[in-house]
């Protein structure tokens, strides 16, 4: 099959990037014949945003590499802000099936997360995203929020989303989705997955894991709970160490070095994903801690997937992943404030087998099945 892949990367790289390269590479070794159409926000001038609606330009660059690749399925990950939803009217204009991996709420919610002044809220379901305008939901801003209302808005003025199929990653998601009006027969659940990584699952604690230190990974903003994570481990032993890797906007991490910065803490900034990994590999745990609903967090897949436990929330997606895992309640978390003690018993708690659980439960993350979900999204679309 003769397959479009489409994705415009954010400026702060994240999972939704690394997600489109396994795809990528997951149907190329599979045979199929795959082309790629990204843009970088990174390279975004300030009149861009005026054609986010709608890109001219993004329209006939699809319109050409379908015409000369002979496309005949088109995947779409994110087309916020330099893409476009147009990308849709140049495949639905030459009869070709599209499809789009839901990696956050965002045709539900301006700020693409359900969540706002530190808490979920869905009141843009019911009042068609205005709402999300006067909190200023995007970037803080009702202007930014105004632009962005405008890329949903004239998506469904122009009817661009009609015969659009959707992957949602989670059943909890698709559920939220109906819940907003989506079409329930164009959502389809295909969870993120991993190819191999270079360590098998180790279940049980080893000396080098049980002195290892505890990690977050991930982007540094506030609806991640990374400062909820910081806040608590005052209260934990001044001999286990934190570290911090991921990178975020340089305001809000300047604030929180300043207001958290003990000697048990160690800030890493961002780092490729490869050198993420190792540092994974060597965590005690990985902590997380995120206060919205996420779409499919991969570094809980990752940790597992590496051996390293998670020490998590039992809230919205990630806390769902987790427990679905493990099989049991007893190794989440119900509030953050519990995790100095989850901390200062944590070899105890290992050793008792709190964190093991059955790989078992870890292959439906993985690229064959994953492939086999995939394969039979793309085979209803083209009949239906």
Known sequence: MKI??????YKIPGGEDQVFRNEEKLLKEHGHEVYDYTRDNADMKPWDLLRAPYSIKTERDIAKIIGQKGIELVHVHNTQFLISPSVFDAAGKRGIPVVQTLHN???????AQLYRD???CRECMGAGLRAGVWHGCYRGSRLF???????????RKKRLYEHVHFICLTEFNRSIFIKGGMDPERLHVK?????????AVSLKASPEKSRGYFLYIGRLSEEKGIEDILRCWAGVPADKELLICGGGESSFVDAIKRKYGRPNICFLGSKPHDKAIEILKGAAAMIFASRWYEGFPMTIIES????????????????NIIRGIYGRSEALMGDMSELPQRIAEFERDRDRGLYDFDPERLKDFTAER????LMGIYAGMKCG
């Open 191 to 199: 969870p993120n997955f991993l190819f191999s990584l270079p360590e």
């Open 118 to 120: 530190g808490k979920v």
């Open 145 to 155: 929020s105004y632009l962005a209302y405008r890329v949903q808005a004239l998506a």
């Open 304 to 319: 597992f997937f590496l051996g390293t436990p998670v020490l998590g929330l039992g809230f919205g997606n990630g806390g």
């Open 4 to 9: 479009l892949l489409v994705h415009n990367f």
């Open 105 to 111: 709420f965002r045709p539900l919610c301006i700020g």
């Open 370 to 373: 994953n492939y086999e979900i």
